[in-house]
T-cell receptor
């Protein structure tokens, strides 16, 4: 099946700093990618839809100025968590659609201290 | 907004016992997908159901989509320790085949 990678897999940052997470489709092109957040023992919550060449679409309650999304090419979307706070600590997962299914990246565990 | 609930939240079974998780959507779905997430891992696609009343089988797993296309179930026969993980249903109501609302998930623990 198709492969989606994420980098980094884990990151620890200090409160107030920004963190960039990359999501790449390795063997297929993705005009759309999705960003999810998952807190421990909870479900995946869709944060935003990343669209190649245009602005991302954010879900209700997600601050677009805090979670900056850039979909610069057909294989790369980035999520930047700006001015991170401890409550932003979570598991961030991207996905890209392919046929009937979504291909998920391995996720990035963000810890803000 | 659309809500997708699953029951139970958690189930602990002995290896060899059967397991079922139920998924209910507040809105009619164009299709439903099921994913499995192992501890520390990411969701892995299991199957998609599209037709009303559809039933699909994958070895020991049986998936069903309700007649009203608002509910679904996953049944595992004779569980094994490799079945451990959290099972999520995910609904697509807009027919976009992409934007999914994930269910609350059912965590399955299997012991010998």
């Amino acid at each position: 099946g198709a492969v989606v990678s994420q980098h980094p897999s884990r990151v620890i940052c200090k409160s107030g700093t920004s963190v960039k997470i990359e999501c790449r489709s390795l063997d297929f092109q993705a005009t759309t990618m999705f960003w999810y957040r998952q807190f421990p023992k909870q479900s995946l919550m869709l944060m935003a839809t990343s669209n190649e060449g245009s602005k991302a679409t954010y879900e209700q309650g997600v601050e677009k100025d805090k979670f900056l999304i850039n979909h610069a090419s057909l294989t790369l979307s980035t999520l930047t968590v700006t001015s991170a706070h401890p409550e932003d600590s979570s598991f961030y997962i991207c996905s890209a659609p392919g046929g009937d299914e979504q291909y998920f990246g391995p996720g990035t565990r963000l810890t803000v201290t | 907004g659309q809500q997708v609930m699953q029951i139970p939240q958690y189930q602990h079974v002995q290896e060899g016992e059967d397991f079922t998780t139920y998924c209910n959507s507040s809105t009619t779905l164009s299709n439903i997908q099921w994913y499995k997430q192992r501890p520390g891992g990411h969701p892995v696609f299991l199957i998609q159901l599209v037709k009303s009343g559809e039933v699909k089988k994958q070895k020991r797993l049986t998936f069903q989509f309700g007649e009203a296309k608002k509910n679904s179930s996953l049944h595992i026969t004779a569980t094994q320790t490799t079945d451990v993980g959290t099972y999520f249903c995910a609904g697509d109501s807009a027919g976009t085949a992409s934007k999914l609302t994930f269910g609350t998930g059912t965590r399955l623990q299997v012991t010998l």
